[in-house]
């Protein structure tokens, strides 16, 4: 069974940095492209960052460009997102899984969605 097991999370002030990390268990991600995602209360789960599998190629969304790095340990399989200079608006809890490179989906048969990590971030 796969496990997907997201952290790093908490409270920051806005101009501060978190890293997130998200332990994959039961199977691994070395051949698989994988992504962040978040969803704020209301609102439906988005697209956030993601990292290829086969090249060091990375994709954002427009919001978080420049401010968030993703990265990937294949040995220890498991992922990452830097977050610098957040923002209120970044509030959120942030989730991972495994998505599909071209529609920056996430790809359900992967494994099912943990527990997610709450970021929030005052002003």
């Known amino acids: 069974q796969v496990q997907l097991v997201e952290s790093g999370g908490g409270l920051v002030q806005a101009g501060g940095s978190l890293r997130l990390s998200c332990a994959v268990s039961g199977r691994t991600i070395s051949r698989s492209h994988m992504g962040w995602f978040c969803q704020a209360p209301g609102k439906e789960r988005e697209f956030v960052a993601a990292?290829?599998?086969?090249?060091?190629?990375?994709a954002y969304a427009d919001s978080v460009k420049g401010r968030f790095t993703i990265s990937r340990d294949n040995a220890k399989n498991t992922v990452y997102l830097q977050m610098n200079s957040l923002k209120p608006e970044d509030s959120a809890v942030y989730y991972c899984?495994?998505?599909?490179?071209?529609?920056?989906?996430?790809?359900?048969?992967?494994?099912?969605w943990g527990q997610g990590t709450q970021v929030t971030v005052s002003s």
């Open positions: 990292i290829n599998w086969y090249s060091p190629a990375t």
């Open positions: 899984n495994a998505i599909d490179w071209g529609t920056r989906s996430p790809v359900p048969t992967f494994g099912s």
